[in-house]
C-alpha cells in the first residue's frame, strides 16, 4: 500500500501563489508517474499536471505556463507550484500515484482563490 498525504492548500488571493506538496510513504518502491488532479464544485475530477519517473511532465491546458509539477525522489514527495493564481482553480487538490498496475490517491487539500 501507498499512503499519500498532500498539504500547502489554504485561502489565496487572485494572482496569488501556492505550493502544493504531496508526500508518499508505505512501499514507495516502484512508484511511478504521479500526478496532480483537482475537482471544483459541481465539476468532474481533472488532470492538473503530471510527471513521469522519466520524460517531461504534462499539464492541463488550463494551467500551462503557471503551474510547475516537481518531484524530490529521496523525499518521496511531488510538488505543485502554482502562480498566477485565478478563482475558477479553486477545488480539492489530489495526488494520485501509480506502482505495478495499481492507484492509489490521497486525501486532498483544499485550494481556494478569492478576493
Known amino acids: 500500500q501507498v499512503h499519500l498525504v498532500e498539504s500547502g492548500g489554504g485561502l489565496v488571493q487572485p494572482g496569488g501563489s501556492l505550493r502544493l506538496s504531496c508526500v508518499a510513504s508505505?512501499?514507495?518502491?516502484?512508484?511511478?508517474?504521479t500526478s496532480w488532479w483537482r475537482q471544483g464544485s459541481g465539476n468532474q475530477r481533472e488532470m492538473v499536471a503530471t510527471?513521469?519517473?522519466?520524460?517531461?511532465?504534462h499539464y492541463g491546458d488550463s494551467v500551462k505556463g503557471r503551474f510547475t509539477i516537481s518531484r524530490d525522489n529521496d523525499k518521496n514527495t511531488v510538488y505543485l507550484q502554482m502562480n498566477s493564481l485565478k478563482p475558477e482553480d479553486t477545488a480539492v487538490y489530489y495526488c494520485?500515484?501509480?506502482?505495478?498496475?495499481?492507484?492509489?490517491w490521497g486525501q486532498g487539500t483544499q485550494v481556494t482563490v478569492s478576493s
Open positions: 508505505g512501499s514507495v518502491v516502484g512508484i511511478g508517474s
Open positions: 494520485k500515484v501509480f506502482r505495478w498496475g495499481e492507484i492509489f
Open positions: 510527471i513521469p519517473t522519466g520524460g517531461s511532465p
